[in-house]
């Protein structure tokens, strides 16, 4: 509950100062269709880069078991505001790198769109740009992420508890999860908690 309120006040003080922007490899317009398909309901875009604390990058790096690269260390963020100027939720578009044997099978450059609510939950997600097996970027695979959090577990399995993957796509599906879970670490050390210098 504190998580939720305090996710609320962050984007209402990132909705007071956003600010345009473009980002590097998309433009303006192609960032605003994707952001329509996480967030069909809304109807403005903010975009803010929030650099993070020593302390930050330090926490990052330790739960994702990777360096962040410079960019990294400064996202670009995105808040949707929906009817009536209410903020709806943000995200974060992430190129899974999570160093492990996944990785080396990613085909291409993809990105995935990450959407939170205020409750800090997953909201919606997204996979750009994907060549593979088609059902890991559609509902049937999706679908069991929405409503999780970074406490959730996000390994790919067959216990009660873990992600079910796509039979036969088990390494491509937990590159896909740690993908998912890179954005909502991304997004929750700058909005899911007090941030520490």
């Given at each position: 509950?504190?998580?939720?309120?305090?996710?609320?006040?962050?984007?209402?003080?990132f909705?007071?100062?956003?600010?345009?922007?473009?980002?590097?490899?998309?433009?303006?317009?192609?960032?605003?269709?994707?952001?329509?398909?996480l967030f069909?309901?809304?109807?403005?875009?903010?975009?803010?880069k929030?650099p993070?604390s020593?302390?930050?990058v330090?926490?990052?790096?330790?739960?994702?078991n990777?360096?962040?690269?410079?960019?990294d260390?400064?996202?670009?963020?995105?808040?949707?505001?929906?009817?009536h100027?209410?903020?709806?939720?943000?995200?974060i578009?992430?190129?899974?790198?999570?160093?492990?044997?996944?990785?080396?099978?990613?085909?291409?450059?993809?990105?995935?769109?990450v959407?939170?609510?205020?409750?800090?939950?997953?909201?919606?997600?997204?996979?750009?740009?994907?060549?593979?097996?088609?059902?890991i970027?559609?509902?049937?695979?999706?679908?069991?992420?929405?409503?999780?959090?970074p406490?959730?577990?996000?390994?790919?399995?067959?216990?009660?508890?873990?992600?079910?993957?796509?039979q036969?796509?088990?390494?491509?599906?937990?590159?896909?999860?740690s993908?998912i879970?890179?954005?909502?670490?991304?997004?929750?050390?700058?909005?899911g908690?007090k941030?520490?210098?």
């Amino acid at each position: 509950m504190h998580s939720a309120k305090y996710i609320i006040i962050v984007l209402l003080f990132f909705y007071s100062n956003g600010c345009y922007a473009h980002l590097a490899s998309w433009s303006w317009e192609e960032t605003k269709e994707k952001l329509e398909v996480l967030f069909p309901e809304g109807t403005r875009f903010l975009q803010k880069k929030i650099p993070y604390s020593a302390f930050q990058v330090t926490e990052i790096a330790s739960k994702l078991n990777f360096t962040l690269h410079p960019e990294d260390k400064v996202p670009v963020f995105f808040t949707a505001i929906g009817p009536h100027s209410v903020p709806l939720g943000v995200a974060i578009f992430v190129d899974p790198r999570t160093e492990s044997e996944h990785y080396k099978i990613s085909k291409g450059k993809v990105e995935i769109g990450v959407a939170i609510n205020l409750k800090g939950k997953v909201k919606s997600l997204q996979i750009f740009n994907w060549t593979g097996v088609p059902e890991i970027a559609q509902p049937i695979f999706l679908k069991q992420f929405y409503s999780k959090s970074p406490n959730d577990t996000f390994k790919v399995g067959d216990t009660e508890k873990s992600i079910k993957p796509i039979q036969g796509e088990e390494m491509t599906c937990q590159l896909i999860s740690s993908g998912i879970y890179e954005g909502l670490i991304f997004l929750f050390e700058a909005f899911g908690k007090k941030r520490k210098k």
